[in-house]
């Protein structure tokens, strides 16, 4: 059996998130079908992390092993021929036994981006396109960069981030995989903002991730952004380990996975 990693890029407007779903698209389920289609053998795929319907990626990793024998250039090729445009393959390598995209894997990257067209309250800032609606947060809020630089800081650091974490639909079996996600402590090594192509770009790297622990520490600095909030109450909300203390979760649509370092 040979173990291999695949680096993914895809948008996730039309699938129903990562994780396999029976009869919705979903990213696993359509890699596992191009997997099937080129090499006849059925497995399946697993990713570094289960991305939510919407959220996008820029450098998924997945890793799964086969048996055919078939050389990774091909296994590229092919694989890109056999899935929508919507999933491309970025990068094929063979790995040595013992490898998993997920337990594997040492610290993520995300970025989060808003959309900041409205520039002052009550009067009319600029369109979101179309065609850059279904990967922006198009916030109605006018906000202040600095302020949401100024929250950001309050999470580097390890914490116990149980406040910005939703309820998990697969804890028990992440809890058994790895005993790590039994507690809400990560450590955030990167969070910072900065002014993108008109946008707001939100960068984090981490040794792990909540279920919408990004989305939901979004929404809290976007309330700080816009003046509901003051940066200081970031390491208040912390201390509570308390969901309803913490900000609203903002739309999936502005997430991507940017990488997954081993």
């Keep these: ?13 039309p699938f129903h ?25 059925t497995v399946l795929p697993q990713g570094s992390g289960r991305t939510d319907t919407g959220v996008h990626a820029l450098g998924q990793v997945a890793s799964f092993a086969l048996e055919c024998g078939i050389p990774g250039e091909n296994l590229h090729r092919a694989l890109n021929r056999a899935l929508p445009t919507s999933i491309r393959v970025l990068a094929v390598e063979a790995m040595t036994e013992g490898f998993h995209a997920r337990h594997s894997a040492v610290r993520k990257s995300y970025e989060y981006r808003i959309f900041h067209g409205l520039v002052k309250r009550g009067q009319m800032g600029i369109i979101c396109s179309p065609m850059l609606a279904p990967y922006v947060w198009d916030c109605p809020l006018p906000l202040d960069l600095t302020l949401l630089q100024e929250a950001a800081t309050h999470v580097l650091g390890t914490h116990d981030f149980t406040s910005f974490a939703a309820s998990d639909p697969d804890r028990a079996t992440r809890e058994a995989e790895v005993p790590v996600y039994a507690t809400g402590v990560r ?76």
């Design 187 to 262: 450590r955030i090594d990167r969070s910072c903002w900065q002014e993108r192509d008109g946008l707001y770009v939100y960068s984090v790297t981490g040794s792990g991730f909540l279920h919408h622990m990004v989305r939901n520490m979004m929404g809290t600095f976007v309330e700080v952004g816009a003046g509901r909030l003051s940066p200081d109450s970031i390491p208040g909300i912390l201390a509570a380990r308390s969901r309803s203390a913490a900000g609203p979760t903002a739309p999936a649509r502005g997430l991507f996975l940017v990488e997954v370092e081993y």
């Design 1 to 13: 059996m040979q173990i291999w990693k695949i680096t993914l890029s895809y948008d996730g407007t």
């Design 17 to 41: 998130g990562w994780q396999i779903q029976p009869g919705l698209a979903t990213v696993q389920g359509t890699l596992a079908a191009a997997i099937r289609h080129v090499t006849g053998e």
